[in-house]
């Protein structure tokens, strides 16, 4: 009995929990534009919809005039960005899809879920949160939402959930954000950790943000990003923490050529050993006092090992902070969890 209660209250407090850690900034819910059938036309930011049909998210088409319908159709929704979003660390969320998602934003392909046939995998059990880059958005003007969905049965669409533009309620905001273009490439060579190669012809890419849904979808394996970046003279004596976001799957991360923290491990020529959670952990890594260049650029680069589905640097924060500041909250993350344990032991005597 006690294994049933432990049961239902893990999932209903780690809901809640995961839950309160977003504040909304725009409520998505109400009428979207939608129609049935299968276009890539319709991501465009100038589709025009006038014509579509209206039905309101969150909640099944079948409910809504389109009994036993299951196939791809799309949803369009406008909305006005506010100015003070730039710079912050956004989220787009879109509660739970059946089945398949692909999510467009003023036409730029920004996340999905599950996989589309002819090979189709359902994901209508994950909450879509999607990093939500300020750069793809007009901020203080128009913007358009494009999401393209399967439902393979049952109930089908944007079935329920939270819908809107969301922030997390206590972010850990870099002291330094690094915010520079990311030079990327696919595949393996140790080299490419050392500050004088020539990355040059390398591609550039968004981070942080899948690299599937920055033109190397289903891509499996080993990649490369490199930044430059100059730092401020008053963080050049303190012991720092450099933050590289959420990585999936596993990272080794150089400064300067000299490697300063890694999650999960990689094997020259062959594939990594994963983890469940890899991809999940935040990337927090210590830079001692004096290895950080003040004069001149320093260079990052970090060596990725993508083991399934999602690939790459996919979410905040991206940058630096103090030892002190990184403290702080942790510790305030760390009162949060103290008290669902004192919950379920209490519940549990």
Known sequence: MKKLILISLLTAVFGIAHADDFRVLLDLRGKWKFALGDDPARASANF?????????????????????????????????ASPDWDGRMLYLSLGYVDDVDEVYVNGQFIGFEGIFPPHYQTAYNISRYYVLP?????????????????DGELSGGITHGSLGVFERRDPLVP?????????????DDMAWKDPGFDDGTWRSIFVPRYWEVQGYRDYDGYA??????????????QTLVLLVGRVDDLDETYLNGERVGRTGTMRNQGKGVLNSDDYAKLRAYTVPAGKLHTDRDNVLAVRVYDGYMHGGIYDWPIGLVTREHYLKWKDRQQKGWNWIQDLLDHVLR
């Open 175 to 187: 002291d330094f954000p690094i915010i520079s273009p990311w030079k990327f490439s696919l595949g």
């Open 134 to 150: 300020p750069s793809v958005l007009n901020l203080d003007g128009d913007n358009v939402i494009a999401v393209r969905v399967y």
């Open 48 to 80: 025009e919809d006038g014509k579509w049909d209206e039905i309101y998210a969150p909640s099944p088409w079948e409910d809504q005039g389109y009994p036993g319908y299951d196939g791809y159709a799309w949803y369009r929704k406008h909305f006005h």
């Open 224 to 237: 490369w990003y490199r930044t430059r970046f100059r730092a401020p003279a008053e963080l050049a004596d």
